[in-house]
């Protein structure tokens, strides 16, 4: 097995870092190692194939912003936007990250340990017959799926309680679906959301998802693998027809 690619980029500006990433991948290196980043953004930005590449420190925005393929590991939190209109592949970040997380997301996974800002899963749809994922183990701040157009946003809330407090939850939804553990107040629900049922079959279909978070953190998926969860989906697929009338 070839040794991975390390690089120091203590320093180093995003740019030459990204091109270094690019032309990496496209020559055939599988794994790349990022030791020392501290704000380098857009790592892993368009990059495709089936790259491994593991981060140490906290990369800056737009983290696989454009990715089509790769696995992007963090050790440490990452700042805004991680998975930005990401096609293919996953994110696993080892922390925390900031705001609009998975912003328009059209496929892949993106796995965050602990806390997301605000508007995590902004504009998420599906595309091409892909299901874009973003799961949280902690908790999220407001307008969580804002304007969601397709896909799952997952809030499993461990050592939170509630899960989620802020407002706005779906605000604008009118596609996919987001699942939060215990139940969510109704006056936290942004305008065009619902809440439903979670059934014994949601826990079977969410149920790898569930495994698959907890096993690359390792977590006991076991307390989390029951209906104890909110369903909340979209109250219909024009949230705002209201507001645009003609006279």
């Given amino acids: 097995m070839a040794e991975p690619l390390v690089i120091d980029v203590k320093g180093m500006h995003y740019s030459p870092l990204n091109k270094q990433i690019r032309a990496a991948v496209a020559s055939g290196v599988k794994e790349i190692v990022l030791n020392n980043v501290l704000g380098q953004r857009f790592i ?8 491994k590449i593991t981060i140490n420190g906290v990369p800056g925005g737009d983290l696989g912003m454009f990715m089509s393929g790769p696995e992007c590991e963090v050790f440490g939190n990452a700042e805004h936007a991680p998975g930005n209109t990401m096609d293919r592949g996953s994110l696993i970040i080892h922390g925390s990250a900031g705001d609009a997380v998975a912003h328009s997301m059209r496929g892949g996974k993106v796995f965050v340990e ?3 800002g605000y508007r995590g899963g902004i504009h998420m749809k599906e595309y091409e017959g892909k299901r874009p994922i973003l799961v949280i183990g902690g908790t999220s701040h407001a307008f969580l799926g804002e304007y ?33 553990r215990g ?21 079977v279909r969410l149920s790898p998802v569930i495994e698959e978070f907890c096993g690359r953190f390792d977590i006991d998926p076991t307390p989390f693998l029951d209906t104890n969860y909110s369903r909340i989906i979209p109250a219909s697929a024009r949230p705002f027809a209201g507001k645009y009338t003609w006279e």
């Fill in 44 to 51: 892993g930005n368009g990059v495709r194939g089936d790259a």
């Fill in 114 to 116: 602990g806390n997301i």
């Fill in 148 to 180: 969601m157009a397709g896909g799952l946003i997952l809030v499993l809330g461990i050592d939170n309680e509630p899960a989620v407090q802020d407002r706005g939850i779906g605000s604008g939804i009118h596609g996919g679906e987001i699942v939060i």
């Fill in 183 to 203: 139940d969510v107040d109704d006056n936290l629900l942004g305008v065009g959301a619902k809440k439903v049922e979670f059934t014994d079959d949601d826990l």
